[in-house]
Protein backbone atom coordinates (compact mmCIF):
# COMPACT_ATOMS: atom_id res chain seq x y z
CA UNK A 1 0.00 0.00 0.00
CA UNK A 2 1.35 3.58 -1.21
CA UNK A 3 2.90 5.53 2.21
CA UNK A 4 0.10 8.13 2.90
CA UNK A 5 1.28 12.03 1.65
CA UNK A 6 0.37 15.14 3.91
CA UNK A 7 -2.31 17.11 2.25
CA UNK A 8 -1.61 20.69 1.50
CA UNK A 9 -2.46 23.37 4.23
CA UNK A 10 -5.46 25.98 3.05
CA UNK A 11 -5.98 29.04 3.67
CA UNK A 12 -8.96 30.42 5.91
CA UNK A 13 -10.91 31.69 2.78
CA UNK A 14 -10.58 28.41 1.41
CA UNK A 15 -11.37 26.59 4.93
CA UNK A 16 -15.10 28.61 5.29
CA UNK A 17 -15.96 27.75 1.68
CA UNK A 18 -15.25 23.88 2.74
CA UNK A 19 -17.00 24.34 5.83
CA UNK A 20 -20.31 26.13 3.64
CA UNK A 21 -20.19 22.69 1.62
CA UNK A 22 -20.23 20.35 4.21
CA UNK A 23 -16.99 19.62 4.47
CA UNK A 24 -14.69 19.60 7.87
CA UNK A 25 -12.37 21.79 8.86
CA UNK A 26 -9.33 20.91 11.20
CA UNK A 27 -7.58 23.49 12.94
CA UNK A 28 -5.33 24.42 15.88
CA UNK A 29 -6.95 25.24 19.23
CA UNK A 30 -5.14 25.92 22.78
CA UNK A 31 -4.81 22.27 23.78
CA UNK A 32 -4.61 20.60 20.57
CA UNK A 33 -5.90 20.34 17.20
CA UNK A 34 -10.05 20.45 16.55
CA UNK A 35 -12.14 19.35 13.80
CA UNK A 36 -14.55 21.59 12.63
CA UNK A 37 -17.85 20.88 10.89
CA UNK A 38 -21.66 22.86 10.67
CA UNK A 39 -23.20 21.76 14.02
CA UNK A 40 -26.59 22.42 12.32
CA UNK A 41 -25.81 20.23 9.34
CA UNK A 42 -27.13 16.72 9.07
CA UNK A 43 -24.78 15.76 6.28
CA UNK A 44 -21.56 17.72 7.80
CA UNK A 45 -22.62 16.14 11.35
CA UNK A 46 -22.91 12.96 9.88
CA UNK A 47 -19.52 13.16 7.63
CA UNK A 48 -17.51 14.06 10.91
CA UNK A 49 -18.82 10.84 12.73
CA UNK A 50 -17.96 8.33 9.83
CA UNK A 51 -14.53 10.07 9.96
CA UNK A 52 -13.85 9.70 13.43
CA UNK A 53 -16.15 6.51 14.17
CA UNK A 54 -18.20 7.45 16.97
CA UNK A 55 -21.15 6.01 17.84
CA UNK A 56 -24.73 7.52 17.35
CA UNK A 57 -25.20 8.34 20.96
CA UNK A 58 -22.12 10.27 21.87
CA UNK A 59 -22.49 13.55 22.00
CA UNK A 60 -20.35 16.31 20.20
CA UNK A 61 -19.38 19.90 21.88
CA UNK A 62 -19.55 23.19 20.06
CA UNK A 63 -17.44 25.86 19.78
CA UNK A 64 -18.58 29.50 19.76
CA UNK A 65 -17.20 32.92 19.75
CA UNK A 66 -18.70 34.59 22.34
CA UNK A 67 -21.57 33.88 25.60
CA UNK A 68 -24.32 35.81 23.95
CA UNK A 69 -24.47 33.49 21.26
CA UNK A 70 -25.59 30.78 23.97
CA UNK A 71 -28.45 32.70 24.50
CA UNK A 72 -29.22 33.32 20.71
CA UNK A 73 -29.02 29.41 20.19
CA UNK A 74 -32.25 29.17 22.94
CA UNK A 75 -29.61 28.45 25.96
CA UNK A 76 -30.12 30.56 28.97
CA UNK A 77 -27.28 30.43 31.16
CA UNK A 78 -28.42 30.70 35.25
CA UNK A 79 -25.87 32.32 38.02
CA UNK A 80 -23.54 28.97 37.70
CA UNK A 81 -22.85 29.49 34.10
CA UNK A 82 -22.45 33.09 34.08
CA UNK A 83 -19.85 32.88 36.77
CA UNK A 84 -17.58 29.58 35.00
CA UNK A 85 -18.06 31.55 31.73
CA UNK A 86 -17.18 35.01 33.46
CA UNK A 87 -13.87 33.42 34.88
CA UNK A 88 -12.80 30.95 32.23
CA UNK A 89 -13.82 32.07 28.97
CA UNK A 90 -12.34 31.95 26.51
CA UNK A 91 -10.05 29.50 27.51
CA UNK A 92 -10.22 25.32 27.43
CA UNK A 93 -13.41 25.07 29.61
CA UNK A 94 -16.11 22.91 28.18
CA UNK A 95 -19.49 23.31 29.28
CA UNK A 96 -22.59 21.27 29.28
CA UNK A 97 -25.39 23.17 29.37
CA UNK A 98 -29.22 21.58 29.63
CA UNK A 99 -31.05 22.40 26.32
CA UNK A 100 -34.61 21.91 25.29
CA UNK A 101 -36.91 19.73 23.15
CA UNK A 102 -36.38 22.38 20.17
CA UNK A 103 -32.54 21.79 19.26
CA UNK A 104 -31.02 24.40 17.09
CA UNK A 105 -28.72 21.47 16.09
CA UNK A 106 -28.07 18.66 13.60
CA UNK A 107 -29.06 15.00 15.53
CA UNK A 108 -26.31 13.72 17.12
CA UNK A 109 -25.37 16.88 18.73
CA UNK A 110 -27.32 17.02 22.49
CA UNK A 111 -27.04 14.54 24.83
CA UNK A 112 -30.28 11.99 25.48
CA UNK A 113 -31.56 14.76 27.57
CA UNK A 114 -30.98 17.73 24.98
CA UNK A 115 -27.74 19.31 26.93
CA UNK A 116 -25.05 20.44 24.71
CA UNK A 117 -21.62 20.65 25.59
CA UNK A 118 -19.88 24.46 24.55
CA UNK A 119 -16.35 26.04 24.92
CA UNK A 120 -15.04 29.10 23.25
CA UNK A 121 -11.43 28.96 22.81
CA UNK A 122 -8.68 31.48 23.03
CA UNK A 123 -6.49 30.01 19.93
CA UNK A 124 -6.47 33.45 17.77
CA UNK A 125 -6.89 31.50 14.55
CA UNK A 126 -9.81 29.07 15.98
CA UNK A 127 -11.35 32.05 17.29
CA UNK A 128 -11.29 33.92 13.83
CA UNK A 129 -12.54 31.13 12.04
CA UNK A 130 -15.45 30.21 14.63
CA UNK A 131 -16.14 34.23 14.18
CA UNK A 132 -16.13 33.95 10.17
CA UNK A 133 -18.37 30.96 10.18
CA UNK A 134 -20.81 32.87 12.38
CA UNK A 135 -20.46 35.85 10.17
CA UNK A 136 -21.41 34.20 6.97
CA UNK A 137 -24.65 32.38 8.34
CA UNK A 138 -22.97 28.97 8.47
CA UNK A 139 -23.63 28.48 12.56
CA UNK A 140 -21.79 27.27 15.71
CA UNK A 141 -18.74 24.37 14.76
CA UNK A 142 -17.94 21.40 16.21
CA UNK A 143 -15.20 20.99 18.93
CA UNK A 144 -14.10 17.29 19.12
CA UNK A 145 -10.62 16.64 18.56
CA UNK A 146 -8.82 15.72 15.07
CA UNK A 147 -8.50 11.74 15.60
CA UNK A 148 -9.72 8.48 14.82
CA UNK A 149 -11.82 7.07 17.75
CA UNK A 150 -9.34 5.34 20.54
CA UNK A 151 -5.93 7.32 18.50
CA UNK A 152 -4.27 10.16 19.93
CA UNK A 153 -5.20 13.71 19.38
CA UNK A 154 -3.21 15.38 17.12
CA UNK A 155 -0.71 18.11 18.32
CA UNK A 156 0.92 20.16 15.58
CA UNK A 157 0.84 20.93 11.75
CA UNK A 158 2.49 18.38 10.75
CA UNK A 159 0.53 15.65 11.88
CA UNK A 160 -2.60 17.79 10.76
CA UNK A 161 -1.49 17.62 7.44
CA UNK A 162 -0.40 13.73 7.43
CA UNK A 163 -3.20 12.56 8.73
CA UNK A 164 -5.77 14.90 6.25
CA UNK A 165 -4.21 12.88 3.52
CA UNK A 166 -4.80 9.71 4.70
CA UNK A 167 -7.08 7.26 3.46
CA UNK A 168 -11.02 7.97 4.16
CA UNK A 169 -9.99 11.94 5.03
CA UNK A 170 -11.45 13.30 1.77
CA UNK A 171 -14.09 15.22 3.12
CA UNK A 172 -11.10 16.67 5.21
CA UNK A 173 -9.19 20.20 4.93
CA UNK A 174 -6.75 21.12 7.07
CA UNK A 175 -6.57 24.81 8.06
CA UNK A 176 -3.06 26.53 7.63
CA UNK A 177 -2.22 28.07 11.08
CA UNK A 178 0.86 29.79 10.43
CA UNK A 179 2.81 30.91 13.30
CA UNK A 180 -0.17 29.58 15.61
CA UNK A 181 0.28 26.24 15.53
CA UNK A 182 -1.80 24.42 18.46
CA UNK A 183 -0.80 25.27 21.82
CA UNK A 184 -0.43 22.06 23.25
CA UNK A 185 -2.44 23.17 26.76
CA UNK A 186 -3.85 20.28 28.65
CA UNK A 187 -7.69 19.04 27.40
CA UNK A 188 -10.07 21.44 28.08
CA UNK A 189 -11.74 20.54 31.57
CA UNK A 190 -15.77 19.54 31.29
CA UNK A 191 -17.74 21.01 33.53
CA UNK A 192 -21.48 19.20 33.58
CA UNK A 193 -24.12 22.36 34.36
CA UNK A 194 -27.08 20.40 32.86
CA UNK A 195 -28.22 18.82 36.27
CA UNK A 196 -29.16 20.36 39.64
CA UNK A 197 -25.49 19.92 40.73
CA UNK A 198 -22.06 21.07 38.87
CA UNK A 199 -20.27 17.47 38.28
CA UNK A 200 -17.04 17.68 36.89
CA UNK A 201 -16.47 14.67 33.99
CA UNK A 202 -13.08 15.87 33.37
CA UNK A 203 -10.16 17.62 34.67
CA UNK A 204 -8.06 19.31 32.25
CA UNK A 205 -6.25 22.51 31.84
CA UNK A 206 -8.25 24.20 34.23
CA UNK A 207 -7.77 22.37 37.64
CA UNK A 208 -9.96 21.52 40.33
CA UNK A 209 -9.04 24.06 43.28
CA UNK A 210 -9.62 27.28 40.23
CA UNK A 211 -12.87 25.36 39.61
CA UNK A 212 -13.71 25.59 43.17
CA UNK A 213 -12.96 29.22 43.68
CA UNK A 214 -15.35 30.10 41.53
CA UNK A 215 -17.83 27.50 42.72
CA UNK A 216 -17.82 27.92 45.88
CA UNK A 217 -18.74 31.78 45.69
CA UNK A 218 -21.78 31.07 44.92
CA UNK A 219 -24.34 30.46 47.55
CA UNK A 220 -25.72 26.96 47.78
CA UNK A 221 -23.69 25.40 44.57
CA UNK A 222 -21.13 22.72 45.54
CA UNK A 223 -19.74 20.30 42.86
CA UNK A 224 -19.44 16.44 43.14
CA UNK A 225 -15.18 17.19 43.16
Known amino acids: MPEAKPAEAVSLECALSHLAADGLVALPTETVWGLAARAQSVAAVGRLRAFKGRHDDQPISVLIDQPQTLESLGFALGPTARAVIDAFWPGPLTVILPGSAESPFAAGIAGPTGAVGFRCSDHPLCGMFVRSALERGLGPVTA??????????????????????????????????????????????????????????????????ALALVLDRIEGVGSKR
Open 144 to 209: TSFNHRGETPVRSRAEALLLAGAQGAEHVRCLDPGPDDALGEAPSTVLDLSGETPSVLRLGAIGEA
